[in-house]
């Protein structure tokens, strides 16, 4: 019987030099991977761990942020009720706060801070404004009234004295910008100008009616709700002429 030797040589072959199993060989691999990885890696990890100490010798963990350069105070100078005020403040000193905190004024009075309550309400060349969403700086050379601008030497103003005459108040607080305002909304009726209630914007209505006088008052609120007597000083303080 005749032995074909070429298929036996490779047998003889790996009985002499064992070829690992697939599975081991794949185990070994697996492992040198994972060493030369291991090598690899250490020398970027240990230049992370010399950089973060080196970066943790020169900026302290947790230092706060800087805070950013203050502005330096200006000169400022208001016109405040026909008088003049040299302030020194930031520029971004709002007027209200310049009026109560720079100026002495406190009849203006802060409720919101934010052009919700019309507590603030001054006048800048006789326009009502509110004066917590403004800068003063913004107000150089400009004519400001305040509360206490509305009264001459020795005699409140019209409309001062209807709020008075209607009792068109009860803690007061909003009192003063209730008071700027209507004088404003007074002059704004008189030059002709028209509101979101005029029924036709191309009449002038010779008389303020309380619709009229509630829309035109209406960014100046009262917790109290003393809105019918302040509506009806204002109906008054517009028949007396004012
Ligand atoms: S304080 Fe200015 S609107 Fe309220
Ligand atoms: S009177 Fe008190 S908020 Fe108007």
């Given at each position: 019987m005749s032995h074909d030797r070429s298929h036996d040589a490779p047998a003889a072959a790996d009985a002499q030099s064992p070829t690992p199993p697939a599975d081991t060989s794949r185990r070994r691999f697996l492992q040198s991977a994972a060493a030369a990885a291991a090598l690899g890696a250490t020398p970027h990890l240990h230049a992370q761990q010399t950089a973060s100490s080196n970066d943790s010798a020169s900026e302290p963990a947790n230092e706060p942020a800087s805070a950013p350069p203050a502005v330096p105070a200006q000169p400022v100078q208001l016109t405040i009720n026909g008088r003049e005020y040299a302030l020194h403040i930031e520029?971004?000193?709002?007027l209200l706060d310049a009026l109560r905190d720079y100026a002495g004024l406190t009849g203006t009075k802060k409720g919101c801070?934010?052009?919700?309550?019309?507590?603030?309400t001054v006048l800048v060349e006789g326009r009502r404004i509110n004066a917590c969403l403004t800068l003063a700086v913004m107000h150089e050379g400009q004519r400001i009234t305040t509360v206490e601008g509305l009264a001459s030497a020795t005699q409140p103003s019209v409309i001062q004295r209807a709020f008075v005459e209607r009792d068109a108040l009860q803690c007061g607080f909003c009192t003063p910008g209730q008071l700027c305002s209507a004088t404003a909304c007074l002059s704004e009726f008189a030059a002709g100008t028209a509101s979101a209630?005029?029924?036709?914007?191309r009449t002038r209505p010779a008389q303020l009616s309380d619709a009229e006088i509630r829309e035109r008052m209406s960014g100046n609120l009262c917790r109290c709700g003393a809105y019918v007597n302040i509506v009806a000083a204002v109906r008054d303080a517009h028949s007396a002429g004012a």
């Amino acid at each position: 019987m005749s032995h074909d030797r070429s298929h036996d040589a490779p047998a003889a072959a790996d009985a002499q030099s064992p070829t690992p199993p697939a599975d081991t060989s794949r185990r070994r691999f697996l492992q040198s991977a994972a060493a030369a990885a291991a090598l690899g890696a250490t020398p970027h990890l240990h230049a992370q761990q010399t950089a973060s100490s080196n970066d943790s010798a020169s900026e302290p963990a947790n230092e706060p942020a800087s805070a950013p350069p203050a502005v330096p105070a200006q000169p400022v100078q208001l016109t405040i009720n026909g008088r003049e005020y040299a302030l020194h403040i930031e520029p971004r000193v709002t007027l209200l706060d310049a009026l109560r905190d720079y100026a002495g004024l406190t009849g203006t009075k802060k409720g919101c801070d934010r052009g919700q309550c019309g507590a603030c309400t001054v006048l800048v060349e006789g326009r009502r404004i509110n004066a917590c969403l403004t800068l003063a700086v913004m107000h150089e050379g400009q004519r400001i009234t305040t509360v206490e601008g509305l009264a001459s030497a020795t005699q409140p103003s019209v409309i001062q004295r209807a709020f008075v005459e209607r009792d068109a108040l009860q803690c007061g607080f909003c009192t003063p910008g209730q008071l700027c305002s209507a004088t404003a909304c007074l002059s704004e009726f008189a030059a002709g100008t028209a509101s979101a209630a005029t029924v036709d914007v191309r009449t002038r209505p010779a008389q303020l009616s309380d619709a009229e006088i509630r829309e035109r008052m209406s960014g100046n609120l009262c917790r109290c709700g003393a809105y019918v007597n302040i509506v009806a000083a204002v109906r008054d303080a517009h028949s007396a002429g004012a």
